[in-house]
């Protein structure tokens, strides 16, 4: 079991890494003005790091109590059937996506392997179902498994929802003839719940024990968390920021974020009471410890940031596209864009016309940026790369969007992005903590004792009756 969480967390590693990759490289290379459209493409990758979430939660639960073995081995057969579900979307030509590969003779052989790797998964399943089945069960609702069960129905939950936007289009092409299209309104209404649903669990589940908690200790517990997301959404409030899911996730996320602290300060505290070390080597020693647990914190703490970001980003960003002349200017949120002219370099691969734009941000010169455009001789669209000045707070973020004209016009898009680099700090938090937590151990071997001789007992006068006070032992 061991074997199979490392190598399941290695390729969920990977998998991250490339999905923040994958959204960095839409958002500063490509120039399409976001991270994320809900591709098929994207999805497909997204899917199987779902379930593959859910089933490294839930195999703690396995290792701790033996319990919910049917539904890890289902998760597992779920993921591994998704990815090759993934690869055929890729590779068939089935979907019409940027990153999809043209019509090719593969997609059957994918499709039936598809079928022949389910059946089989799931028939060994049920063909063992009777003997992998654990005696335990969940003993209460306010236990860590309870939370962690909960976890996993949020995410497959989540994985059904992006499943059915992606491949529903596909279904009632085949079926009925019907071309249809599942965009982003639908995504975004029906998976924000959910992570909504997920950032409460993440809150919540460190602060609980196995089996059962007290009603009593889990309110003192969730006290200070509770304390901290109510006075950030006032503050968020007081301050202006309007809609109440971006609020309310962001006074989660910095609920979650608190708990994450109090769990690792106490256990801190803790060992500082009995070895009387500094904070940070008694840090040190327990993350050296316990690297699977501190890894799995800091994912967490990843994904605190990640949401923060994607709620921020997708919410409060602003666009003006407008038309300029050589020396006119255009303004957004305090930037001054002033275009200066254009420049053309000619390949014979392609031919890149850049426009150089000055920029000044509250009366601050920033530079020129040079926005782009490729265009191939046999493409029927020209391909863009924008200019990004990334920031702690926004982005500003300029794609070209059109060649100068006869007047000498050329159109540009001007986007203020807020907390997009939080995305790749986050995506980056979450590798280190999946390195950390699938580091391997090196166990100690022990080496057997030498055999000790018997030491005579010497025949001695009985010795007085000691009574043991009060504190001893």
């Known amino acids: 079991l061991r074997l199979i969480r490392t190598a399941t967390l290695l390729a969920w590693g990977c998998l991250t890494g490339g999905i923040v990759l994958g959204a960095w490289w839409s958002y500063a290379v490509r120039g399409w003005g976001g991270y994320w459209a809900w591709d098929p493409v994207e999805n497909a990758a997204l899917i199987p790091w779902l379930t593959g979430t859910a089933f490294l939660h839930s195999v703690i639960v396995q290792q701790r109590r033996g319990m919910l073995r049917v539904w890890n081995l289902s998760l597992l057969v779920a993921t591994y059937c998704l990815t090759i579900l993934g690869t055929f979307l890729t590779r068939s030509g089935v979907v019409n996506s940027v990153h999809a590969f043209t019509q090719s003779d593969v997609g059957p052989v994918l499709l039936g392997y598809l079928a022949v790797a389910a059946v089989v998964g799931l028939g060994l399943i049920g063909w063992r179902g009777d003997r992998l089945r654990a005696p335990g069960r969940i003993d209460s609702v306010l236990s860590r498994e309870a939370a962690f069960l909960g976890n996993n129905l949020v995410l497959t939950a989540l994985a059904t929802v992006v ?29 924000a719940p959910l992570g909504i649903a997920l950032l409460v669990l993440m809150t919540v589940a460190p602060l609980l024990p196995y089996r059962a908690a007290d009603p009593v200790v889990l309110r003192r517990r969730l006290f200070v968390p509770g304390s901290v997301a109510a006075a950030t959404m006032a503050i968020l409030a007081a301050a202006g920021v309007t809609g109440a899911e971006q609020v309310l996730t962001f006074g989660l996320a910095a609920a979650a974020a608190t708990a994450i602290g109090i769990q690792t300060g106490s256990a801190v505290h803790a060992r500082r009471t009995g070895t009387d070390e500094h904070r940070l080597v008694a840090l040190l020693a327990l993350v050296t410890a316990n690297r699977r647990h501190y890894g799995g914190l800091i994912v967490h703490l990843g994904v605190v940031v990640i949401a923060v ?65 490729a265009i191939f001789p046999r493409a029927t669209e020209a391909i863009g790369t924008p200019a990004v000045r990334p920031g702690p707070v926004s982005d500003l973020y300029l794609t070209l969007a059109s060649s100068p004209n006869q007047a000498g016009e050329v159109t540009v898009d001007i986007f203020v992005n807020p907390l997009v680099s939080w995305l790749w700090f986050g995506g980056l938090v979450m590798v280190g903590g999946t390195v950390l937590a699938g580091w391997p151990v090196r166990r100690k071997q022990r080496r057997p004792r030498a055999p000790v001789a018997p030491v005579p007992v010497q025949e001695s006068a009985p010795e007085s009756p000691v009574v043991v006070g009060a504190g001893q032992s």
């Not at 691969?349 to 009366?363: I, W």
């Open 163 to 191: 499943v059915t936007g992606t491949v529903f289009p596909l279904i009632a092409a085949a079926l009925w003839g019907k071309q249809l299209s599942v965009g982003e309104p639908y995504f975004n209404r029906m998976s």
């Open 309 to 373: 970001a994607l709620a921020a980003s997708h919410s409060y960003s602003s666009r003006l596209e407008t038309q300029l002349t050589e020396g006119s200017s255009a303004a957004l949120h305090g930037y001054t864009v002033t275009y200066l002219d254009t420049t053309a370099h000619s390949t014979p691969q392609k031919l890149t016309l850049a426009a150089r734009l000055r920029v000044h941000h509250h009366g601050a010169d920033l530079g020129v940026f040079r926005p782009s455009l």
